[in-house]
């Protein structure tokens, strides 16, 4: 059994590049028994994200809280990888702060 996530993006915040660019970019989780008797869920397009319950419901509650964790891990890890390289700041005369919200995700019935 397998199931996609995504986060919709409203109609304004795509470019005319639309049709090159995933509107609703998807995650597929696939569902599988384990031995001990819990239900194994698992991101495929993030290696190592996994979780487990003893419904499908359960696991599919429970991934979704692991994916959101895993995407925020990995924005920490790219926005600390990318401080590492100088910003040439001359001339610049304004800066702004940015918070990024944590990942919605919603099931899409297939």
């Given amino acids: 059994m397998w199931r996609r996530f995504f986060k919709g993006v409203s109609h304004h915040d795509i470019s005319t590049c639309s049709s090159i660019i995933p509107v609703e970019p998807e995650l597929t989780v696939t569902v599988r028994q384990g031995e001990d008797g819990y239900l194994i869920a698992e991101c495929l397009e993030l290696p190592g994200c996994m979780s487990q319950g003893k419904t499908e419901s359960e ?9 959101q964790s895993c995407l925020a891990v ?8 990318s401080r590492r390289f100088p910003t040439d700041l001359v001339g610049i005369k304004a800066q702004e702060t940015f918070r990024v919200k944590p990942v919605e995700l919603e099931p899409v019935t297939c």
């Fill in 74 to 81: 990995r924005l920490e890890e790219f926005l600390k990888e």
């Fill in 59 to 67: 696991a599919i509650r429970n991934i979704t809280d692991a994916i």
